[in-house]
């Protein structure tokens, strides 16, 4: 079965700084999908980035890019220029291509100082 | 975009009573929805997968008469919560999908349910 872990339950930055979430995977899958999602105080879901699997450029939106290290089965995200809204519990996700179940990791929840 | 919509935001009720929650892809077809519960500072766990005129597949735990689960039509899923008492009150959330290549999930903003 596939694991996904996060192995930071928590982190901070201060505003207009740079940090990086990370999360690796367990799959034996050689193609499939992987998500950032981010849940604010609101608790809504929001998606922030994908990725998939057979593109070896990493996904870029904004200031939120990945690195996606396939072999390593690594894939973490970067937010650049942190802002106070960016605060929230970060989750990461895989999906196999051949279903549209996603598999979580634990989260990080993330503190942006001013 | 795409837009999934749950309803109710919040119940509040007295223990024994039985709770429907819906949830409603409201600008595509959702072949699948997903029911998660989610517990203060921790990760989404998958309780059902519903599929669209097929019965509902349980996660191994999760009661499936205490948790009915119904996808009548491509957009509605419902999830009733039966004779519901104190511990089960958590956070619920729907999800909603195409199943279509790289298409995510799409998140409905979640049911609070408190059981007194």
């Known amino acids: 079965a596939q694991t996904v872990t996060q192995s930071q339950p928590e982190m901070s930055v201060q505003e207009a700084e740079t940090v990086t979430l990370s999360c690796t995977y367990d799959?034996?899958?050689?193609?499939?999908?992987l998500f950032w999602y981010k849940q604010p105080p609101s608790r809504q879901m929001i998606l922030v980035i994908r990725?998939?699997?057979?593109?070896?450029q990493n996904a870029t939106e904004n200031r939120f890019s990945v690195n996606f290290q396939k072999a390593a089965k690594s894939f973490s995200l970067k937010i650049s220029d942190s802002q106070l809204g960016d605060a929230a519990m970060y989750f990461c996700a895989y999906r196999e291509t051949s279903g549209s179940r996603l598999t979580f990791g634990e989260g990080t929840q993330l503190t942006v100082n001013p | 975009g795409a837009v999934v919509s749950q309803h109710p935001s919040r119940v509040i009720c007295k223990s024994g009573t039985s709770v429907k929650i819906e949830c409603r892809s409201l600008d595509f077809q959702a072949t699948t929805m997903f029911w998660y519960r989610q517990f203060p500072k921790q990760s989404l766990m998958l309780m059902a997968t519903?599929?669209?005129?097929?019965?509902?597949?349980?996660e191994q735990g999760v009661e499936k008469d205490k948790f009915l689960i119904n996808h009548a039509s491509l957009t509605l899923s419902t999830l009733t919560v039966t004779s519901a008492h104190p511990e089960d009150s958590s956070f619920y959330i729907c999800s909603a999908g195409t199943g279509y290549g790289n298409q995510p999930q799409h998140f409905g903003d979640g049911t609070r349910l408190s059981i007194l």
């Open positions: 519903s599929n669209e005129g097929s019965k509902a597949t349980y």
């Open positions: 799959t034996s899958e050689s193609d499939y999908y």
């Open positions: 990725q998939e699997a057979y593109k070896q």
